[in-house]
């Protein structure tokens, strides 16, 4: 069974079509990671989840129920960190867990909770004068009540420091070792990498890739960017080189440092060879891999295709 399963969802807000027509499956027991730009509409997407809003068409389901007829079990059977949302000041952590545990009907220790996510000391204090690294982690030990079936993470990694980041990838993980299936919301590769089974790329409403992010590292055009100082370059090097069958693109830069900037999916002995062939000299060479931030932006920019050498 899929845990989620998001069918032709459009979702407009007047004239703004938030998405367009999304579809997607999250299967039980993965952790999924859910890739876009500010304004992609991961937020919308995570909000028609819930029930939280409307579609303005489609059809979800989560856990195998209709998200609207059944919003309300599978809320209790959902541990949510929404974005941006704030813990009230006045409250302590024990305060706050003991609201959710009363919420979920659950009879978890706060103090047990709090200790997972790093804040068993902060126990007693009051939110007010919490850091935001503090406030995420109480809101992630929220999410964690009732060790619900489903986590639904909205850009979880937002004001944790890198151990902040690295500890919350560990409960995900530990959360999927217990049979939960993770949907989580990042604006960044790298963050998901780790973690993910797949990942899905949403741009401006669509899906534009789901897949595993080696997969999707493999998919993405120019592998390997090739830069070669040169002594000269000309139009009939230049284009043989272009013409070599494992180049994928390739650009002159004639200024002092005449540079050729190659993308090459196999071997880069070949294009050397070329200019050693044609009298050239070559001065001086350097590669790059694709980053995974090079795999997000070819996703997601226009500039796209071509992945760019940093
Ligand atoms: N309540 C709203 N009213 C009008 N437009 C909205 C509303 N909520 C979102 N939008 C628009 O819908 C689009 C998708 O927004 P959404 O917040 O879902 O994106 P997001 O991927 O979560 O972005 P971010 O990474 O910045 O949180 C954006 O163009 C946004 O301006």
Redesign the pocket.
Known sequence: MSAITVDNVTKS??R?L?LEELSFEVREGEVFGFL??????????INILLDFIRPTNGQVSVLGMDAQANSREIRSRTGVLP?GVEAYDRLTARQHLEFAIDSKGTDDDPADLLERVGLADAIDTKAGGYSKGMAQRLMLAMALVGDPDLLILD?PSTGLDPNGAREMREIVREENARGATVFF?S?SMEQVEAVCDRVGI?RE?EMVAVDSVSGLRDSISGGTTLEIVVDRIDDDALGAVRSLPDVTDATADRDELPTLTVQVEGSKTAVLGELEDRGIDVQDFSTWEASLEDVFQSYTTDAGTEVQAR
């Open positions: 807000y007047g703004t938030a876009g730009p500010n304004g992609a509409g991961k937020s919308t997407t974005e850009e919301s604006h949403l409403g």
